[in-house]
C-alpha cells in the first residue's frame, strides 16, 4: 500500500509570495495533520483535520490556513511568506477516530526555502 | 502550557550497551506520549506509544513507561545496535495539540 506522499519534493519561493503544499493520506485515513520542522528542531504542529474539519490548531499566524478534500487529501497553504518559514513541511495521517492520540504516519515532506 | 522536555544529544554508545534517552511533560488532562524515530535518510515514524498512566510502551527492544507521578516518558534499550543510529523524538498529543520534543541524535559505535 502507497504511504502518504507529499508535493512538490522541494520548492524556493521569494518573501511576500504564497506557496501551496498537498498530501494525500494513506487509503482509509480520514484525519491528515500538518507540522513544520526546522533543521535540528522536532516537528511544530500546525493543524490536524479528520472529516474536513479542522480539529486541532497549533501557534501559528493566520497566514498560514489549510483544508481537506472530500477524498481526505490536504492542502497547506503559507501566505506573505517570511524568510523564517523555511522548512521541512511535514504532513501525516492517520485513522483519525482517536484524535491526535492516533498514530500518526508521516510522508517524506516538502522542502521550502524563502529566498 | 503543554510541553516537551527531551535529553539533549548526541549521544554516542557502543555496540550492546545499555540505552536510556530522559524524556519529561507538562500537560494538562491525560496525553497520550509517543517516541518517534527517524532513520538516516527516512521518515518519521512511530516506535512506540503509551495511552495512560503506568501503560509501557514497547517496541524493537525499546520500552518506555508512562509515569504520571514523575511526568516522564523515559525511553531504554538493554543492548543497543548500530541499526539504532538514528534521531529519537518525544511527543505528547492532547485534545487539540501534539508536541514534539527537539529530538536527540543517537549513534552507535560497532
Known amino acids: 500500500d502507497a504511504g502518504v506522499t507529499q508535493s512538490p519534493t522541494h520548492l524556493i519561493k521569494t518573501r511576500g509570495q504564497h506557496v501551496t503544499l498537498r498530501c494525500s493520506p494513506i487509503s482509509g485515513h480520514k484525519s491528515v495533520s500538518w507540522y513544520q520542522q526546522v533543521l535540528g528542531q522536532g516537528p511544530q504542529f500546525i493543524f490536524q483535520?479528520?472529516?474536513?474539519?479542522?480539529?486541532g490548531r497549533g501557534n501559528f499566524p493566520d497566514r498560514f490556513s489549510a483544508r481537506q478534500f472530500p477524498n481526505y487529501s490536504s492542502e497547506l497553504n503559507v501566505n506573505a511568506l517570511l524568510l523564517g518559514d523555511s522548512a521541512l513541511y511535514l504532513c501525516a495521517s492517520s485513522l483519525g477516530r482517536g484524535g491526535l492520540g492516533d498514530t500518526q504516519y508521516f510522508g517524506p515532506g516538502t522542502r521550502l526555502t524563502v529566498l | 502550557g503543554d510541553s516537551v522536555t527531551q535529553m539533549e544529544g548526541p549521544v554516542t554508545l557502543s555496540e550492546e550497551a545499555f540505552l536510556t534517552i530522559n524524556c519529561t511533560y507538562t500537560?494538562?488532562?491525560?496525553?497520550?506520549l509517543f517516541w518517534y524515530v527517524q532513520y538516516p535518510g527516512e521518515g518519521l515514524q512511530l516506535l512506540l506509544k503509551a495511552t495512560k498512566a503506568d501503560d509501557k510502551g514497547s517496541n524493537k527492544g525499546f520500552e518506555a513507561t508512562y509515569r504520571k507521578e514523575t511526568t516522564s516518558f523515559h525511553l531504554e534499550k538493554g543492548s543497543v545496535q548500530v541499526s539504532d543510529s538514528a534521531v529519537y523524538f518525544c511527543a505528547l498529543a492532547g485534545a487539540s495539540k501534539i508536541i514534539f520534543g527537539s529530538g536527540t541524535r543517537l549513534s552507535i559505535r560497532p
Open positions: 500537560a494538562t488532562g491525560y496525553p497520550s
Open positions: 483535520y479528520y472529516e474536513k474539519e479542522e480539529r
